[in-house]
């Protein structure tokens, strides 16, 4: 059974950082890309950053020079190190991965910035 564990989230105040982790497990997770997407209240889900299996990255346009992707595949996990938080980054924030023509989705962690 495949598992996707968001932790991290939470309030911060504008300005402040916060790092989320996604731990897997049921899958070769070192062959998995990994991502974070993020749904506010009323919006479509969207793309917030992903790194592949190799350890490239990539990122929305909105999140560039402040958020930052990362895994680890001893550990199973993907992190996003959030710095320098807008309230426009208030969501929910959701792990995924995606490989051998699948795709998986963890439950989601609030994050939520105050003004």
């Known amino acids: 059974q495949v598992q996707l564990v968001e932790s991290g989230g939470g309030l911060v105040q504008a300005g402040g950082s916060l790092r989320l982790s996604c731990a897997a497990s049921?899958?070769?997770?070192?062959?998995?890309?990994m991502g974070w997407y993020r749904q506010a209240p009323g919006k479509q889900r969207e793309l917030v950053a992903a790194?592949?299996?190799?350890?490239?990255?990539n990122y929305a346009d909105f999140v560039k020079g402040r958020f930052t992707i990362s895994r680890d595949n001893a550990k199973d996990t993907v992190y996003l190190q959030m710095t320098s938080l807008k309230p426009e980054d208030t969501a929910v924030y959701y792990c995924?991965?995606?490989?051998?023509?699948?795709?998986?989705w963890g439950q989601g962690t609030q994050v939520t910035v105050s003004s």
């Open positions: 049921g899958i070769i997770f070192r062959i998995y890309h």
């Open positions: 790194i592949t299996s190799g350890g490239s990255t």
């Open positions: 995924t991965s995606w490989g051998t023509g699948r795709a998986y």
